[in-house]
Nanobody, 122 residues
Framework: QVQLVESGGGLVQAGGSLRLSCAASGLTFSSYAMGWFRQAPGKEREFVAAISRTGGNTYYADSVKGRFTISRDNAKNTVNLQMNSLKPEDTAVYYC???????????????WGQGTQVTVSS
């Protein structure tokens, strides 16, 4: 079965960095666009970043543009999210997800990981 497993979350001070990774199995990874979403307590899940099947195109939420970088390695079936200049408002559970084509809309993603907690202290 399809599995997406996130790692790399943790507690970091404002201004710091974290690198999230998502390892995929059970699917033809290079056939899927990949996305990162986040959900803070009491809020809806929101789009963070996405990357096309080949990695040639990337997309970011305005709130993270210039601070976060999404990348993928189709040989290793992984997608990463490098997060720099972190802010307290970035605190959330971060999820990776796979879709037939990239989208900003969570409902269009077919597979989801279990999430990893990112906490940014002020």
């Amino acid at each position: 079965q399809v599995q997406l497993v996130e790692s790399g979350g943790g507690l970091v001070q404002a201004g710091g960095s974290l690198r999230l990774s998502c390892a995929a199995s059970g699917l033809t990874f290079s056939s899927y666009a990949m996305g990162w979403f986040r959900q803070a307590p009491g809020k809806e899940r929101e789009f963070v970043a996405a990357i096309s099947r080949t990695g040639g195109n990337t997309y970011y939420a305005d709130s993270v543009k210039g601070r976060f970088t999404i990348s993928r390695d189709n040989a290793k079936n992984t997608v990463n999210l490098q997060m720099n200049s972190l802010k307290p408002e970035d605190t959330a559970v971060y999820y990776c997800a796979a879709a037939s084509s990239y989208s900003y809309t969570p409902a269009l993603y077919e597979y989801w990981g279990q999430g990893t907690q990112v906490t940014v202290s002020s």
